[in-house]
């Protein structure tokens, strides 16, 4: 009410600058504000009361939205444009020819409209809800903005907790980040340390930033100096990403910043917030991507608990953030073991130094082969180059396939340009044989090498390139690495298309047979304590979940 232009008018009339009894006034003109507000709220109850909404909404995942929807845009070149994914045209959301189909979305739009939706089928429960729409309009609000949720509240997870539950506002102050303008190099390239999401992780400690601002691009933008220790979180696209400022830095206007009152502690506001950010998603404002704003974060509520409790939720997360961290540096040390192996072996080149006994230690403890002088200097010996071109490499592009073509009940496996995912499903077969190992490459989009094993059938799209070898002569697993290094060293991406003829001109070094046995199975080895240590890290995201549990709701 303070902040209204109603109430400034207010302490601005001669009426109230006069008048003794200036609270009265305040109270009155406070009174009227109010009664305006609720009057609106109970018009909008009345006529929302006994109306019900049917909610159609669409799958989240891109793959199921295609099937959702029946098409996709396609941009192939000489083939742009909608493409029906079926024939006959498929879809929940209608049957060509047949708009009275009970098993459709559109009947049951047809028959809300008329009043008669009695049930939903059970085919298109993950579709479509029914909700009362005095159930999708918030009047516990101060400010009625009479929107409509497509979340009802009675679809909503309920919170529940033994300490009482706050609003997100009342924990600390909050400031929104910005942009100095791109346009002026002046603004860029300075010292002041500038927050991206794509700078953090969750439940990072963030110490440092890819870019940094100048004191003349601060001066001139919404960006904030904020203090070291503030709970970030971000708002545009990827929703409730929190960490904490290890230094003093400005951030983007896709971050907020809040800095704790006394009442809490910055960690426990950290955990609590990427806890409850499920209430965020209900609040979701969707433009050309998710976002949400200032008030609906504000608007979150999460448990208050003594500072006690705080603190011992915040020592027991540690505890699981160390293991984490740990964890993830050991990843991130495996992922540059493979490199550092290769580039000790002189397989391929790469600008860092590693420290090669403690390479031949982890490599030795891991795989138990002792990669010392004496091997590198054998392996060296029996190192030859050559081009991909060379006809011990068989090399081939697969076949377009339309989406039409593609069956939900195929036993084939289609791979395209992200050769890492199955792009569908065929009964149809392009390659001869299955009697090899297969190397995939991406020819569009971002640089990726699949591997196929023997006897494994699949088909290759005009999008995915095809290598095969003479197993009893080359490992395959093996030239799907170096090609994998090759290929990033070459700068294939979406600009660089991997074309077959780009692929024929790079140049691999091969060692025996025997040599590259012994590396594929050390890499091999390496890449499953990788995924190993991922299962634990999404193991231990489970722990501080428990821990939140068993202290807020037990």
Same mark, same amino acid.
Request: charged residues 30%.
């Given at each position: 009410?303070?902040?209204?232009?109603?109430?400034?008018?207010?302490?601005?009339?001669?009426?109230?600058?006069?008048?003794?009894?200036?609270?009265?006034?305040?109270?009155?003109?406070?009174?009227?504000?109010?009664?305006?507000?609720?009057?609106?709220?109970?018009?909008?109850?009345?006529?929302?009361?006994?109306?019900?909404?049917?909610?159609?909404?669409?799958?989240?995942?891109?793959?199921?939205?295609?099937?959702?929807?029946?098409?996709?845009?396609?941009?192939?070149?000489?083939?742009?444009?909608?493409?029906?994914?079926?024939?006959?045209? !498929?879809?929940?959301?209608?049957?060509?020819?047949?708009?009275?189909?009970?098993?459709?979305?559109?009947?049951?739009?047809?028959?809300?409209?008329?009043?008669?939706?009695?049930?939903?089928?059970?085919?298109?429960?993950?579709?479509?809800?029914?909700?009362?729409?005095?159930?999708?309009?918030?009047?516990?609000?101060?400010?009625?903005?009479?929107?409509?949720?497509?979340?009802?509240?009675?679809?909503?997870?309920?919170?529940?907790?033994?300490? +009482?539950?706050?609003? $997100?506002?009342?924990?600390?102050?909050?400031?929104?980040?910005?942009? +100095?303008?791109?346009?002026?190099?002046?603004?860029?390239?300075?010292?002041?340390?500038? !927050?991206?999401?794509?700078?953090?992780?969750?439940?990072?400690?963030? @110490?440092?930033?890819?870019?940094?601002?100048?004191?003349?691009?601060?001066?001139?933008?919404?960006?904030?100096?904020?203090?070291?220790?503030?709970?970030?979180?971000?708002?545009?696209?990827?929703?409730?990403?929190?960490?904490? $400022?290890?230094?003093?830095?400005?951030?983007?206007?896709?971050?907020?910043?809040?800095?704790?009152?006394?009442?809490?502690?910055? %960690?426990?506001?950290?955990?609590?917030?990427?806890?409850?950010?499920?209430?965020?998603?209900?609040?979701?404002?969707?433009?050309?991507?998710?976002?949400?704003?200032?008030?609906? !974060?504000?608007?979150?509520?999460?448990?208050?608990?003594?500072?006690?409790?705080?603190?011992?939720?915040?020592?027991?997360?540690?505890?699981?953030?160390?293991?984490?961290?740990?964890?993830?540096?050991?990843?991130?040390?495996?992922?540059?073991?493979?490199?550092?192996?290769?580039?000790?072996?002189?397989?391929?080149?790469?600008?860092?130094?590693?420290?090669?006994?403690?390479?031949?230690?982890?490599?030795?403890?891991?795989?138990?082969?002792?990669?010392?002088?004496?091997? $590198?200097?054998?392996?060296?010996?029996?190192?030859?180059?050559?081009?991909?071109?060379?006809?011990?490499?068989? $090399?081939?592009?697969?076949?377009?396939?339309?989406?039409?073509?593609?069956?939900?009940?195929?036993?084939? +496996?289609?791979?395209?340009?992200?050769?890492?995912?199955?792009?569908?499903?065929?009964?149809?077969?392009?390659?001869?044989?299955?009697?090899?190992?297969?190397?995939?490459?991406?020819?569009?989009?971002?640089? @990726?090498?699949?591997?196929?094993?023997?006897?494994?059938?699949?088909?290759?799209?005009?999008?995915?390139?095809?290598?095969?070898?003479?197993?009893?002569?080359?490992?395959? %697993?093996?030239?799907?690495?170096?090609?994998?290094?090759?290929?990033?060293?070459?700068?294939?991406?979406?600009?660089?298309?991997?074309?077959?003829?780009?692929?024929?001109?790079?140049?691999?070094?091969?060692?025996?047979?025997?040599?590259?046995?012994?590396?594929?199975?050390?890499?091999?080895?390496?890449?499953?304590?990788?995924?190993?240590?991922?299962?634990?890290?999404?193991?231990?995201?489970?722990?501080?979940?428990?821990?939140?549990?068993?202290?807020?709701?037990?």
């Amino acid at each position: 009410f303070r902040q209204t232009s109603d109430y400034k008018k207010l302490k601005e009339s001669k009426i109230y600058k006069e008048s003794k009894d200036k609270q009265d006034l305040e109270d009155k003109a406070f009174l009227a504000y109010a009664q305006a507000i609720e009057k609106d709220k109970l018009l909008y109850f009345s006529l929302s009361l006994n109306q019900e909404v049917l909610i159609i909404k669409s799958p989240s995942d891109i793959k199921e939205q295609k099937k959702f929807l029946g098409y996709e845009w396609s941009n192939r070149k000489g083939d742009e444009g909608l493409k029906e994914l079926h024939e006959p045209y !498929l879809s929940p959301l209608f049957e060509r020819g047949n708009p009275q189909n009970e098993t459709k979305l559109n009947t049951l739009i047809y028959k809300s409209f008329l009043n008669t939706l009695d049930v939903i089928p059970q085919e298109l429960q993950t579709y479509a809800t029914k909700a009362r729409l005095v159930d999708m309009i918030d009047f516990e609000k101060v400010e009625f903005n009479k929107a409509i949720s497509l979340n009802p509240k009675t679809q909503r997870e309920e919170i529940k907790s033994q300490y +009482p539950l706050v609003k $997100l506002k009342i924990c600390g102050d909050f400031f929104m980040g910005g942009t +100095p303008s791109r346009k002026n190099i002046n603004y860029w390239n300075g010292d002041i340390k500038w !927050l991206t999401i794509s700078d953090y992780s969750n439940h990072q400690v963030i @110490m440092d930033t890819k870019e940094k601002i100048t004191r003349e691009g601060f001066k001139n933008s919404n960006a904030k100096m904020i203090q070291k220790g503030a709970v970030v979180v971000s708002i545009y696209a990827t929703i409730g990403r929190v960490g904490i $400022l290890g230094e003093d830095m400005t951030t983007n206007q896709a971050i907020v910043a809040i800095i704790p009152n006394e009442e809490f502690i910055n %960690k426990y506001l950290m955990y609590a917030i990427d806890y409850f950010k499920f209430q965020l998603y209900n609040e979701v404002i969707t433009t050309s991507q998710q976002n949400i704003n200032l008030g609906i !974060l504000q608007n979150m509520v999460i448990p208050k608990p003594p500072l006690e409790i705080q603190k011992q939720i915040v020592a027991e997360c540690e505890k699981i953030e160390e293991q984490y961290n740990t964890l993830s540096l050991s990843i991130k040390e495996y992922q540059n073991l493979i490199k550092a192996m290769l580039q000790k072996c002189g397989i391929i080149e790469d600008n860092q130094e590693y420290e090669l006994n403690s390479i031949l230690d982890k490599i030795n403890n891991l795989c138990k082969i002792n990669l010392d002088s004496e091997f $590198l200097s054998s392996f060296n010996k029996t190192i030859k180059e050559y081009a991909l071109s060379n006809p011990i490499f068989k $090399l081939s592009i697969g076949k377009r396939v339309l989406n039409n073509e593609l069956l939900e009940n195929g036993q084939i +496996p289609v791979y395209s340009a992200n050769v890492l995912e199955v792009f569908g499903f065929v009964n149809k077969e392009i390659l001869q044989d299955y009697d090899n190992d297969s190397v995939l490459w991406g020819i569009d989009g971002d640089w @990726m090498v699949g591997f196929i094993p023997k006897n494994k059938k699949f088909y290759p799209t005009d999008h995915c390139g095809v290598l095969r070898v003479d197993d009893t002569k080359i490992n395959a %697993k093996y030239i799907s690495f170096i090609l994998n290094e090759a290929g990033k060293k070459q700068g294939f991406s979406r600009k660089l298309r991997a074309s077959i003829d780009r692929i024929k001109a790079l140049r691999v070094k091969l060692p025996s047979l025997e040599f590259q046995d012994q590396i594929a199975d050390i890499i091999d080895k390496i890449e499953k304590k990788i995924n190993e240590y991922k299962i634990e890290l999404d193991r231990l995201e489970k722990e501080k979940e428990k821990i939140l549990q068993k202290y807020l709701f037990s």
